[in-house]
């Protein structure tokens, strides 16, 4: 099972991909950028270290808090688009 994991309840965001519970790659950051802005370069990142496409992810997760109500939105609306877009199954954690 590959996974995709998306995190942006706080001020720092982070993306990895892992399969059958090890870490494949990741990508942390902590700028002054909104996740908006910065969530997306990082899973074409992620993906990008593996040689793996979404088409390759079966399973996607996201945080879904306590954390920033608008942090915590972002990630969950990235995360829904990109597997409704494939049929992938997504969850929140």
């Known amino acids: 099972m590959?996974?995709?994991a998306l995190d942006s309840s706080a001020a720092p965001a982070s993306a990895a991909l892992l399969k059958d519970g090890k870490i494949l790659s990741e990508f942390y950051i902590n700028t002054k950028q909104t996740h908006s802005q910065t969530l997306m370069p990082m899973v074409e990142s992620v993906l990008k270290l593996t040689n793996k496409t979404l088409d390759d992810v079966t399973c996607?997760?996201?945080?879904a808090g306590p954390g920033s109500f608008t942090g915590v939105r972002i990630g969950v609306s990235c995360v829904k688009g990109?597997?409704?877009?494939?049929?992938?199954p997504c969850a929140g954690v």
């Open 2 to 4: 590959l996974i995709l």
């Open 60 to 63: 996607m997760a996201v945080s």
């Open 82 to 88: 990109l597997s409704m877009t494939r049929n992938i």
